[in-house]
């Protein structure tokens, strides 16, 4: 029993050490995969960035950071008196109005003065109002948009982004994707490295024999050596055994054995060869370009549509407002109708038109915050965090795209496609993959040969006659040298891998010249995309201020008798779609310049999401 402990003791080490060897790995695996993908970086976009596949963080951490990054921007705002607020007085949310709504909206409509004056008398004629109006439209409504806690993360722009590339699942699918790719380029590379081993046995062993009795013997054995595989096919195997038979019977005496061999093989027709022996090496160098550059184009991608939805969001917020503003604005043209009703300066058929309105638009403001309420939620899911949580979008962000303006694209199409064609991530793969296809051909023609592989060995084992010694006699060693013929009488399977490899060729070369023809289609498409943004956005600038001067004449013109109901309620309705069509042009401006410049290839995204060279990131912390 004695005898069998420190066997039993090296194994229950060797199990304890099992977890911390597990660790151990695991660096070993993501320090040559994250050397392997700098690299990559730097061969195919020029630049190393930091990359790893950390777990995702708990959201609720990432949306501190936000929080922190918030109040510390709120702080330098206060500072430099350069908070949208300040800078803008006017617009300023008055005592009790929620928050990002002017006085007007939160309080009665702004009608004009002499609409306004019209008003106010008629709130003081009207005693009570319709049974109706009190029977569908509650008397004490909610803001226009939902108040957010005093707890949400409000998100700039900027900062939705950075959120979106540390919490977003989809994101850190793309990124463990290019793990693997390079995980797997490990192994192509491990392939070509000297390979080490080392083995052995022990044996104990029990036996009675008539005339000698019972003996007992441990029977241990040792094997190293390593084996390595040549750029050009060769193969190497070198070993040294050992070999021990030890009495516990002193009387019988004991053994030792040792041997050393070597092997040698080297493909000399099928087989042979750098191109043909490294061909899985460099495809497996190649995928691991091809998924980094994958990810980089993979990042302008989510940034752009993170940006899109962020500021579609918005324009729902904007349409939210609008709609308020049109409620209240009818409700005031509904008091001005009954008045004017009641002095018989008006019929009551126009009364009920403008009931009817204010219905309408009170029907389309809660239509509408609806929209928004569940755009945030469904913003949530693509930022990656809870749905439960709560966040508020910085509305402000609108205005600072109404304030950098809307330029002309400088841009011109032939240079943009040029551009496009030699700076796309994604063209690039598919114009490698081309190469790759190629080479294929030539691999699947190589396996067409036959077989003539040059085979040699050497063995030496122990001196013979000395049973105790386990020196080696170099001496007295086996050398064998031949080849091992296998002509290509069957080749069937490899005929039809020949075959298709030709057709991938030819699939290769198709799916390349339609790639390019997309390319060229979507820097056309997005060059005119931009044109009509920036003058539908021109266009709805002028037609916003026609509908808000057509509003306050035909207001004017109703009190003196000169215009109809109806038009006041089409003016009130041309205003409210010519404000959200104002909005809706410029976020489709804005979205269009981001997919301009993706399509184009020149976005520039780094590690956090931020855009370069965009108002609402580059200055937007």
Not at 165 to 176: D, I, L
Not at 512 to 518: F, I, Q, R, S, Y
């Amino acid at each position: 029993m004695r005898q069998r402990t420190p066997a039993l003791l090296a194994l229950l080490a060797a199990v304890a050490a099992g977890g911390c060897a597990a660790d151990w790995y695991t660096h070993d695996a993501d320090r040559e995969v994250y050397g392997i993908v700098a690299e990559k970086e730097a061969d195919s976009l020029g630049r190393v960035r930091s990359f790893n596949i950390r777990p995702r963080p708990d959201p609720k951490v990432v949306l501190e950071q936000a929080r922190a990054a918030e109040a510390d921007r709120k702080e330098a705002d206060d500072d430099n008196g350069s908070s949208a607020r300040a800078a803008r007085p006017d617009e300023a949310a008055a005592p009790g109005a929620p928050d990002g709504v002017p006085p007007s909206a939160a309080g009665k409509p702004d009608l004009g003065p002499a609409a306004a004056a019209a008003a106010a008398q008629a709130e003081e004629l009207l005693e009570e109002k319709a049974p109706d109006l009190e029977a569908v439209i509650p008397e004490n409504l909610p803001p226009p948009v939902p108040a957010p806690p005093e707890d949400a993360v409000r998100l700039t722009m900027a900062e939705a982004l950075r959120v979106a590339v540390a919490s977003s699942r989809t994101y850190q699918s793309q990124k463990e994707d290019v793990y693997l790719s390079a995980l797997a380029l490990t192994l192509e590379r491990y392939l070509f490295r000297p390979h080490p081993f080392a083995t052995g046995t022990v044996d104990y062993t029990s036996d009675y024999a008539a005339g000698t009795g019972r003996s007992r013997s441990y029977d241990p054995g040792a094997d190293i050596g390593f084996s390595q595989q040549l750029a050009d096919g060769a193969a190497i195997t070198g070993s040294l055994g050992l070999a021990a038979l030890k009495f516990l019977n002193k009387e019988l005496g004991d053994t030792v054995d040792s041997t050393l061999d070597f092997t040698l093989s080297q493909p000399l027709w099928r087989g042979a060869g750098r191109k043909i022996v490294q061909e899985n090496l460099l495809q497996a160098e190649r995928n691991a370009g091809y998924a980094v550059r994958s990810f980089a184009r993979f990042e302008k991608t989510f940034a752009v549509s993170v940006a899109s939805e962020y500021l579609r969001v918005l324009q729902q917020r904007d349409a939210v407002m609008n709609a308020w503003n049109n409620y209240q604005s009818l409700r005031g043209s509904r008091i001005q109708a009954e008045w004017l009703a009641r002095a018989e300066r008006q019929a009551e058929f126009e009364v009920d038109q403008a009931r009817q309105s204010e219905f309408t638009a009170y029907n389309r403001w809660i239509v509408e915050r609806e929209r928004y309420i569940n755009a945030v939620d469904a913003f949530k899911l693509t930022l990656g965090i809870p749905v439960e949580t709560e966040v508020a979008l910085v509305p402000t962000e609108l205005d600072r795209l109404h304030e950098a303006g809307v330029e002309e694209a400088e841009s011109r199409l032939d240079i943009a496609t040029r551009t496009a064609l030699a700076t796309r991530l994604d063209l690039a793969n598919t114009r490698d993959g081309l190469d790759d296809a190629r080479r294929k051909v030539v691999v699947a023609e190589d396996d067409l040969k036959g077989d003539v592989d040059l085979v040699a060995s050497t063995g030496h084992a122990s001196r013979a006659g000395n049973p105790q010694s386990a020196r080696i006699a170099f001496s007295r060693g086996a050398y064998s040298v031949g080849f091992d013929i296998d002509m290509p009488v069957d080749r069937l399977t490899e005929r039809n891998a020949l075959r298709q490899t030709q057709i991938r060729l030819q699939t290769a070369c198709r799916t390349l010249e339609a790639e390019h023809d997309d390319v060229i289609l979507a820097v056309r498409e997005a060059h005119r995309a931009l044109e009509q943004a920036r003058e539908s956005y021109e266009i709805q600038k002028r037609s916003v201020l026609l509908a808000e001067r057509r509003v306050e004449s035909t207001r004017l013109l109703i009190q003196a008798g000169r215009a109809k109901q109806r038009d006041v309620l089409e003016a009130e309705r041309d205003l409210l779609e010519a404000r959200n069509s104002l909005t809706a042009a410029l976020v489709n401006h804005a979205i269009a310049q981001l997919e301009f410049a993706r399509d184009v290839g020149t976005l520039v995204v780094d590690e956090k999401g931020q855009i370069h060279g965009w108002t609402l990131t580059d200055n937007g912390g």
